[in-house]
């Protein structure tokens, strides 16, 4: 990284608090998973953790954390590579969980469906740099790159062992501290490989019509984090009404 790129470190804390958020409602919402008597019911909660675990706790703070980073020049992103990443984060954390979940349990598997999700986060967060227009030139140091790789795809597997061995309130809240830190390791360790070169000749062509704003950060946050407040709510309300129809 370039030594004029400064942080803001609020965008930085608020990247790390909604990666935590994110990877706990991730937990929560993994238990119906296996608990599913029908197929639809799986996919469903697979689609719900993969999508509190891929854009709330990993886009989301990966885009938080892009904009908690001053450049030293301005910088917008391009929407359809951003748009691009979120999906891609999704679908990565989608198939991770739904392999993990198939049949019985086995370390084999495991370590197949978090390489499948780590190599998603990576590509997630690669492509995300690559939506950064800026005037100038940009390259990566490439044993940082895989470096990076190697974070997301052992944060994957133990995000994945975790979903389906954990149950108590205080373990997940545990785990989830400390998946926020693995998200947020991986992320930085890629940030630490890009590197800005010289000015380029003009400036990117689409750069007036990117995704900027000063506060798009704080934005960021305040939405995702009442998306999942939400959706452990609609959780919580779904398990106090199964355990009364149990009763």
Not at 9 to 19: D, N, R
Not at 158 to 176: D, I, T, Y
Not at 206 to 226: D, E, P, Q, Y
Request: proline share 2%.
């Amino acid at each position: 990284m370039s030594a004029h790129q400064h942080y803001n470190m609020l965008l930085v804390l608020l990247s790390y608090v909604v990666s935590v958020l994110g990877s706990f409602t991730a937990l929560q919402l993994a238990v119906a998973i296996p608990l599913a008597t029908h197929a639809r019911q799986r996919i469903m909660a697979v689609l719900a953790a993969g999508a509190a675990m891929g854009v709330g706790a990993i886009w989301a703070m990966h885009f938080i954390a892009m904009l908690a980073c001053d450049m030293g020049m301005p910088v917008s992103y391009d929407p359809v590579l951003t748009t691009l990443s979120a999906i891609i984060a999704f679908g990565a954390c989608s198939l991770g969980l739904f392999i993990a979940s198939s049949g019985a349990f086995s370390w084999a598997k495991l370590v197949a469906a978090g390489i499948c999700m780590g190599l998603g986060v990576t590509g997630m967060h690669y492509l995300g740099m690559a939506a950064v227009m800026m005037d100038a030139y940009t390259s990566y140091d490439m044993n940082l790159v895989a470096a990076s790789m190697l974070i997301a795809i052992v944060a994957s597997i133990v995000a994945l062992w975790l979903a389906f061995n954990l149950r108590g309130p205080v373990q997940m809240v545990g785990s989830a501290l400390v998946m926020g830190l693995a998200v947020c390791g991986m992320h930085y360790t890629g940030m630490a490989a890009f590197n800005i070169e010289e000015k380029a000749a003009q400036t990117p062509a689409g750069f007036a019509s990117g995704i900027r704003g000063g506060n798009l950060g704080t934005s960021i946050f305040v939405v995702t984090v009442a998306l999942l407040v939400a959706a452990l709510l609609i959780h919580y309300k779904r398990q106090q009404r199964r355990a009364t129809l149990s009763i």
